[in-house]
């Protein structure tokens, strides 16, 4: 209709413009003719209407840069946004940033986006978000520490010509959560969900996304570009080595490698102040590659030896092609002689300790016991290579320096070896080369643990131009074994694997093994080394070249999957975790309680912890999506994942707990001091039921809905020294005769499908077993140890109870047999606490804060167990990959998630 409008307007205006007799002669013509001309007429100003509209957007456009304010504390280059990202979504180092304080706000976006992949339901949104973020996207961050907003940059390209139109189109965009806002002369984008809030803006061939209004505003109404240097602008215009780029403050950047050592740490002052670093980046869940830049200056009041260091081009080391095939890690100097390094070095290791004092004294005994000084025994013989390194299948390091005058070196050592004031021993022959052995003085190993070096009674060898000093032979044997045999370093496996894109010039190289060697930048606690961590096998370099320090890490992650902790965890927790009881809350939540008053709830998407305080204790259940809380004195609360009061809630039942309650399907049943039972439906109603106990009920409720007519039975203790097990069959107490003479903890165990097996075991190891209430012959049967915790069914057929010793009894229900095994299950001098079985695996808490899991019955220990905490663990998948991670309490107040894969298999 809108059409045939334009097309009737069009030919108005067109016979308008015509003379009375023109207007006749084109009313003789045929009138098809006439609307084809017409609407030709049309589609041709239309298309040439596009043509100058796409002309005037490529033309009338904006760099990203002049959209983005100098003040942000990072910024990062993305070629291809969606390219660089999505991998992101289901990756480990991804999961590690999202976990990171400052990303936190973000997380719960990409969980959302990776629950939906993962479920099967992807937003139809994600086909056109994935072409719009297939171009270059500019990210910054603004502000210090846990307190950052963002500002995202997407240049638009041809599209321009499409988004430059949102605002015309606002009315017609129906998307929850968005709206179109204009005021004070402002208009933007606005999306708001659960956690966030986010401003999108549209200007020229740019699209502007910040989660802060004030940052947005500024990114559009001020020309950016004129705050940066023509320098500044040539770095950031150049083509990048990688598909992400990340500029950040030098010095920041260097602080959160170099936390924890004091020399580094030192060595920052040659950083010159608001000058930024690049970082190239590639990263997956097997690999990490990055390449940093940072710019230096040497300082007026440098000393020479400093300069000389600073200013000589890396070279490659000769060391790395005559190390052995057998290194398992090493840290190499190729960055100037011993005499150098002292000179460079110890003006900065001074404002750590003095170490001139301890040099000079160090001198004189050299001089008194040797007739030389440090700069002759060492200094004179010695070129410009050293390392540290660790040779596999052995505990004691090897420290290799490199031999520039052997006739010099030997001149010293045979000097020395001669004196009384030097302990040796050459008398060790080990496949075939001599090694000696030297008892270094005081004064030497003093000076040598200045940096970090300790071995008093080192043996010696030197072979094709380096000297090799260990406290263990072996190694020296090793080395020279392998350099023998051809074995060198290019045949290590890992070696390569982390070597492929580095520079055979280095000044500084490390090669590691998390399990053997830390290096510096890991140690430290900084958002980048939590994330290199998860990398176990890497190679750092750092070269000198053109006024610049290049530093290159390539690491790669070790194979197995399963046994580590989830990003995030874990978690330190503010009270006390009493009870040991995790519960799940539907899909999204993990539910515990601390200090006996206090309900926390973790969401899992966003990791994010709501509290509720009660004035009482409370007893803390969950299912069905229902958590109830009652206190002490019977006050019944049921709640949502963010614990607010459901409706109807809470009810009062006016008289105090006896026992831990028990969830069941929509409702929780409490039993209450006065020997009744009552239970609390999620709509409100109650239900109560007397008991006749001669004793209390101490223990939570036993509840059972597996029989074949689908019965509910819940079965009770009534403590006492002629105790008896209650069982109540939908809603009736049965006329069963079962006594238990003697105490016992904890409640009855109940399976079967046509007939109903109850189990009880009483502190002293009494065993016993009803079917259908009727005691089994042979019992109750006697075992050994002492039961401070009940009888758990582990599976459909089998009871199972673990004495404080660690002596795991299982009793198996057969068809015309019941078959009762023992084992000593447990290596532990601790006394075992409790057994639970979560999805067909048992566990097993101790009383020394370790959880043991089992599968097949308790016939086998899995992999990676034991691991740190208590009580009953729960399965939740919490990063959304589709596979269940583990949580657990400890003793000491924090709740872990371990990355299990298929449980340790």
Not at 113 to 123: A, C, F, P, Y
Not at 186 to 208: A, G, H, P
Not at 542 to 555: D, G, L
């Amino acid at each position: 209709m809108f059409l045939a409008v334009l097309i009737s307007f069009f030919i108005c205006i067109v016979m308008n413009c015509m003379s009375e007799e023109e207007v006749n002669v084109i009313r003789k013509k045929n009138p098809l003719v006439v609307f084809v001309k017409t609407v030709l007429f049309i589609i041709v100003f239309l298309l040439l209407l596009l043509v100058a509209w796409a002309a005037f957007c490529c033309f009338d456009k904006k760099t990203s840069l002049s959209a983005l304010p100098r003040e942000y504390s990072l910024y990062v280059h993305l070629d291809s946004a969606w390219d660089s990202l999505s991998p992101m979504i289901d990756m480990n180092a991804g999961d590690e940033i999202l976990a990171m304080e400052q990303f936190k706000p973000y997380r719960a976006i990409v969980m959302n986006l990776r629950s939906s992949i993962h479920d099967g339901k992807t937003s139809r949104y994600i086909p056109f978000l994935s072409k719009f973020l297939k171009r270059k996207v500019e990210l910054a961050l603004y502000g210090e520490g846990d307190k950052q907003n963002f500002l995202a940059v997407v240049d638009t390209g041809i599209l321009a010509a499409c988004t430059r139109l949102s605002p015309v189109a606002a009315p017609f965009i129906k998307v929850e959560g968005l709206s179109y806002v204009t005021t004070g002369g402002e208009s933007y984008f606005e999306f708001k969900d659960k956690e966030t809030s986010l401003y999108i803006k549209t200007f020229k061939n740019l699209v502007l996304a910040s989660d802060n209004k004030d940052i947005l505003i500024k990114a559009y109404s001020v020309n950016n570009a004129e705050s940066y240097t023509e320098e500044q602008l040539a770095v950031f215009n150049k083509k990048s080595e990688q598909s992400v780029r990340v500029f950040a403050d030098s010095k920041k950047l260097a602080e959160s490698l170099t936390q924890g050592d004091a020399l580094l740490e030192a060595c920052l002052a040659l950083l010159p102040e608001d000058d930024l670093s690049e970082v190239n980046l590639s990263v997956n869940d097997s690999d990490i590659n990055i390449k940093a830049t940072f710019p230096y200056k040497i300082p007026s009041d440098a000393n020479n030896a400093l300069a000389t260091i600073l200013g000589r081009k890396s070279s490659v080391p000769g060391l790395l092609s005559a190390m052995s095939e057998d290194v398992q890690y090493y840290t190499m100097l190729n960055i100037g002689s011993l005499k150098e390094l002292k000179e460079a070095a110890f003006p900065y290791l001074n404002t750590v300790q003095n170490v001139d004092d301890l040099w000079s004294k160090a001198d004189s005994a050299s001089k008194i016991l040797f007739s030389y000084s440090i700069d002759d025994l060492v200094f004179s013989w010695s070129g410009k290579e050293f390392a540290a390194l660790g040779i596999k299948g052995y505990n004691d390091p090897v420290f290799a320096v490199q031999v520039s005058d052997e006739n010099k070196r030997k001149e010293v050592f045979d000097k020395i070896l001669d004196t009384i004031f030097l302990t040796s021993d050459d008398t060790l022959i080990m496949d075939g080369v001599h090694l000696t052995q030297i008892g270094l003085p005081n004064f030497l190993q003093n000076l040598l643990a200045v940096f970090g070096v300790k071995i008093p009674s080192p043996y010696y060898m030197v072979h094709e131009g380096f000297l090799y000093l260990s406290e263990s032979p072996e190694t020296l044997a090793t080395i020279y074994r392998s350099q023998k045999a051809g074995r060198k370093l290019a045949s290590n496996f890992n070696w390569n694997k982390v070597s492929e894109t580095h520079s055979p010039s280095t000044a500084i190289s490390v090669f590691y093994d998390l399990e053997r060697s830390v290096p510096f930048f890991i140690r430290s606690n900084s958002d980048i080394s939590k994330v290199l961590r998860m990398y176990s096998i890497g190679r750092c370099d750092i070269r000198f070249e053109n006024s610049m320090i290049v530093m290159q890490i390539q690491a790669c992650a070790n194979k197995n999957d399963y046994m580590r902790v989830a990003a995030g965890f874990p978690m330190n927790l503010s009270g006390k975790t009493n009870g040991f009881k995790l519960l799940k809350n539907g899909k999204d939540h993990i539910i515990w309680t601390e200090d006996q008053k206090k309900v926390c709830s973790l969401d899992q998407k966003s990791l994010s912890v709501i509290t509720r305080e009660f004035a009482e204790n409370i007893s803390l259940v969950s299912s069905d999506n229902f958590i109830w809380a009652v206190t002490d004195n019977g006050t019944v609360y049921l709640m949502n994942e963010k614990l607010e009061d459901m409706e109807g809630f809470p009810v009062y039942l006016a008289e105090p707990v006896s026992a831990e309650v028990t969830a069941n399907g929509d409702s929780v049943i409490i039993p209450m001091t006065s020997n009744r039972l009552v239970t609390v439906h999620s709509n409100g109603n109650k239900e109560s039921l007397s008991l006749s106990v001669t004793g209390s009920i101490k223990s939570s409720p036993a509840v059972y809905t597996g029989l074949d007519d689908k019965s509910t039975v819940i079965a009770l203790y009534d403590k006492s020294f002629l105790g008896k097990i209650i069982l109540i069959k939908n809603g009736s107490v049965t006329n069963s005769d079962m006594s238990v003479p003697g105490i016992g903890y904890g409640s009855p165990a109940l399976l079967g499908k046509k007939n109903l097996y109850t189990a009880f075991i009483t502190q002293a190891g009494y065993f016993y077993l009803w079917k259908d209430g009727l005691l089994v012959e042979d019992f109750p049967m006697k075992f050994d140890g002492i039961y401070n915790s009940n009888v758990v069914a582990i599976s459909d057929n089998t009871f199972a109870a673990v004495s404080d010793s660690a002596v795991v009894f299982k009793v198996t229900i057969k068809e015309n047999d019941i078959e009762v095994t023992s084992g000593d299950f447990l290596a532990t001098n601790y006394k075992t606490d409790k057994i639970s079985t979560v999805n067909d695996y048992q566990f097993l808490s101790t009383q020394g804060n370790l959880l043991y899991a089992y599968k097949n019955r308790f016939e086998n220990l899995v992999n990676g167990f034991p691991k740190t905490g208590v009580g009953t663990p729960v399965f939740a998948d919490v990063d959304y990959d589709g596979k269940d991670e583990l949580f657990i309490l400890t003793l000491d107040n924090k709740l872990f998630a371990w990355k299990i894969g298929e449980l340790g298999e």
